[in-house]
């Protein structure tokens, strides 16, 4: 009688375990990185979801093991993220290769699948297609994630572990087009220096209006810049009018500097401003197929060698690179063609920081390269390195289309001169270029500046540099602008603005640092047999010790006694 309560109380208790987990999720990380663990931006964005969301991952299908290890981290996450959602989050998996429609959908995107070898027996394999896509659905929006973007090896292999740790961050992407709430923060692109406006650049526009509001800012009358309210304290944010600026965008200065100018930008970074650069210093102008180099003069050098950086004035050339559209001919019309060209480098060396965790490469045009400086207070990083084929060429140079394609130079001359840095981030307490000097002023600022002056931070500033003015421009082909951005170079631009203005949730997940621990091939391929002896022998063997335990105790519990 006790045994049969204790077995319908088992019983009891498992069925009701059983529709616990049905009604609840949960689940204990005991990972020493938390790697299954939501950050805290996600929960942030979840929280503030504005209505139903539906996620649709086509990602099903008779996939390989890694593929279906892939998918199921993908699944555990998504209902992690449907645990903890208080407004409805549902996602399905679909198979795109029994919905002609998708596939449909898929071509007019572009895009690409990817051919999967998939094994069926000992001496044959099959083909087959991923489209390792997301659709993230809420109200009318419709947000398309590439689930392994970034994470594209150069032999054309996914990584689909270090893809498994974009997902949280891809998906959390997505989430912040539907829940930017409140008022956006304020960008400010600098004006009156020949800067590029974002007409030109309609991809990047389009981008930074679905989180900011954007503003031109001229520095010319001396108008001294406020930070954002979200980089002071209490006791000054409650005496600033007006929001302020997230970050200041410079993109393409041809004209100098005044020093009043440089006084309001460089005191705007002292009370914690944030500033991206896109520059480069020479002007080159090939409409005609060959020009002359002519240098900037930006009257700015002084404000980058007392943060840290000190340009080389070169060009860049690089094996690595991408293509120029050009005229080969004329038949009723110019015969266009792309060539190879050493002064666009396509840049794929990044260091593991939240900007660059999800770029793939990014390509450069007419670029120059960097060196920084030890400044106490500051922290350099280094964004973007060139390949190992790569060098600098330095002074006034004529470039001439077809002299140069003719007759390039040879890959000798790179060896040794790579690895050009190419983008900096600069972050900490910055001190200012005018002490010991009276705060400056000229014909179209003549009154002294109004706000206080600053010797060096009070709080901390960030600071990039993208060594190409061209950087976000649209890319080129037959000799006008195409509706792209080269490579993943709106990406970067994203990133580094992203990370300057301090957008929490994003950059909490971005900046996630998950070890991933691989097995050494080497050494599994030494060690095969042993490897799958153990994996298989041992629970057998462990499961016949235990039984022939189990058999022994009894023998001994259950024995009769000798009379």
Known sequence: ??????????????VLAYLGGQLYFFRIDLTEDKRYTLSEGTRSLLQHLPQATYITVYLEGDFPY???????????????????????????????????????????RGVQPIPINVRVSQTETRRQYMYPIAVVQCGQQDIWVDLVKGNLRSTGEIDLLEAEQEVEYKIAAALRQITVYGEKPILGLLTRHGEYSLEQMPQLKAELERYYRLLPVSLREGQAIA????????????????????????????????????????????????????????????????????LRELNIDDLFFRWGWRPAYDLVQDLSCGHIEVIRGYYHGPLWGAEKWLYYPVVYIFPSHPITRTVDAVMY?????????????????????????????KGTQLIDINLTLKNPPAPEAFKGKGFRPVAVLTEGYFESVFQDREPPTDNYAPKPPTARYLPRSGLVGKAIWITDGEFALPAEVQGRFADYVPLDNLTFILNCIDYLTGEIALTQVRSRSIQ?????PAFVRAHALSIQVFNLGLPI??????????????KHRYAKPLV
Do not use: C
Request: hydrophobic letters at 45%.
């Open 365 to 393: 045009r007419y670029a120059s390269s960097l060196d920084t400086i030890f400044r106490a207070g500051l922290r350099h990083t280094i964004l973007a390195v060139t390949s190992p084929f790569s060098r600098s060429v």
């Open 516 to 520: 991933l621990r691989r097995l050494d």
């Open 541 to 554: 063997f462990l499961m016949i010790g235990v039984g022939v335990g189990f058999y022994f105790w009894r």
């Open 66 to 108: 890694p593929i279906q290890r892939y998918k199921r981290a993908i699944e555990t996450l998504l209902a992690e993220m449907r645990a903890i959602s208080p407004k409805p989050l549902n996602f399905t998996f679909v198979n795109p290769a029994k919905h002609p429609d998708v596939i449909k959908l898929f071509k007019q």
């Open 1 to 14: 009688m006790r045994a049969s309560v204790q077995v319908i109380l088992i019983l009891g208790l498992s």
């Open 227 to 294: 930070p954002a309210k979200a980089y002071l304290p209490d006791s000054l944010r409650r005496r600033l009018v007006g929001e302020g600026f997230a970050a200041i965008i410079v993109i393409g200065p041809d004209s100098a500097f005044t020093e009043r100018e440089k006084y309001e930008l460089e005191q705007y970074l002292l009370r914690g401003g944030r500033i991206l650069w896109l520059l480069d210093y020479h002007r080159i102008n090939l409409t005609e197929g060959s020009a002359l180099t002519q």
